[in-house]
């Protein structure tokens, strides 16, 4: 059974900077394609960072530059780390697992979200 569990999100104000956490149990996140997605009030989630099986990372393009995503495979938990913190990065933060092989394999896979929210 595929376990994802996010940790970290709290509320900061404009300028700090928080490290999110992702432990995954049931599945490999360095053998698989990794991300994180985050959701405001009234919009659509949408993807901030992914990192694929073989370490290539992509940003979307109002964090780069602030925000880096990185895995720890002996404890097999994924990292977000933010710097420069601003309003509009508030949202719940959710950790996304696609098997490499997918749709043969079954997923994606989510975890339930962690708050972020940032005041002005």
């Known amino acids: 059974q595929v376990q994802l569990v996010e940790s970290g999100g709290r509320l900061v104000q404009t300028g700090e900077s928080l490290r999110l956490s992702c432990g995954a149990s049931?599945?490999?996140?360095?053998?698989?394609?990794d991300a994180w997605y985050r959701q405001a009030p009234g919009k659509e989630r949408e993807l901030v960072a992914g990192?694929?099986?073989?370490?290539?990372?992509t940003y979307t393009e109002s964090v780069k530059g602030r925000f880096s995503i990185s895995r720890d495979d002996a404890s097999n938990t994924m990292f977000l780390h933010m710097d420069g913190l601003q309003p509009e990065d508030t949202g719940v933060y959710y950790c996304n697992v696609r098997p490499f092989n997918y749709p043969r394999t079954p997923g994606p896979y989510w975890g339930p979200g962690t708050q972020v929210s940032v005041s002005s």
């Open positions: 049931g599945i490999s996140l360095a053998s698989n394609h």
């Open positions: 990192i694929t099986r073989g370490g290539i990372t």
